[in-house]
């Protein structure tokens, strides 16, 4: 199960995702975040992140590791907040492509959790999840990525 999000530029409001306060966002498509989530024959415990970034990204194999161990907790706090048996994680492989340079203001962490919950809401659940639940529990990811 595949799904993307795009990178968004805060004009004015900056964590308005956390508190739903009023700001002025420019979307684009021109910089997205992917995540699939897929079964593999591995029944490790934890799911396995694999973490890519497109070329022009400066980004440090060290910084893209601890992005990978971050993408498995999300994912383990996601099946708390989405209140399914942490066990689905089982054998699991995250991949995620993205072109959103991390910790540049573009939203790469708001990209990351959104395209995060609808695939593994839909990887889950084996059919198209409605808006209001990606919103939900994309915000629900958004704190734990930055805090209350």
Same mark, same amino acid.
């Given at each position: 199960?595949?799904?993307?999000?795009?990178?968004?530029?805060?004009?004015?409001?900056?964590?308005?995702?956390?508190?739903?306060?009023?700001?002025? #966002?420019?979307?684009?498509?021109?910089?997205?975040?992917? #995540?699939?989530?897929?079964?593999? +024959?591995?029944?490790? +415990?934890?799911?396995?992140?694999?973490?890519?970034?497109?070329?022009?990204?400066? &980004? +440090?194999?060290?910084?893209?590791?601890?992005?990978?161990?971050?993408?498995?907790?999300?994912?383990?706090?996601?099946?708390?907040?989405?209140? #399914?048996?942490? +066990?689905?994680?089982?054998?699991?492989?995250?991949?995620?492509?993205?072109? &959103?340079?991390?910790?540049?203001?573009?939203?790469?962490?708001?990209?990351?959790?959104?395209?995060? #919950?609808?695939?593994?809401?839909?990887?889950?659940?084996?059919?198209?999840?409605?808006?209001?639940?990606?919103?939900?529990?994309?915000?629900?990811?958004?704190?734990?990525?930055?805090?209350?």
């Amino acid at each position: 199960m595949s799904a993307t999000a795009h990178a968004k530029f805060i004009i004015c409001g900056e964590h308005f995702v956390m508190y739903r306060a009023k700001c002025i #966002v420019v979307p684009t498509e021109c910089f997205s975040t992917r #995540v699939t989530l897929r079964n593999t +024959t591995n029944k490790s +415990t934890f799911p396995q992140a694999i973490c890519r970034f497109d070329a022009n990204i400066d &980004i +440090t194999s060290a910084e893209i590791e601890i992005y990978q161990n971050h993408i498995s907790k999300l994912l383990e706090r996601l099946c708390k907040i989405a209140c #399914v048996p942490r +066990t689905v994680l089982a054998g699991i492989e995250c991949q995620v492509q993205s072109s &959103i340079p991390p910790g540049q203001g573009a939203g790469s962490s708001s990209a990351l959790s959104c395209a995060l #919950v609808q695939a593994f809401l839909e990887f889950i659940h084996k059919h198209d999840i409605g808006r209001q639940y990606i919103d939900f529990y994309s915000r629900q990811l958004e704190n734990t990525w930055h805090g209350p």
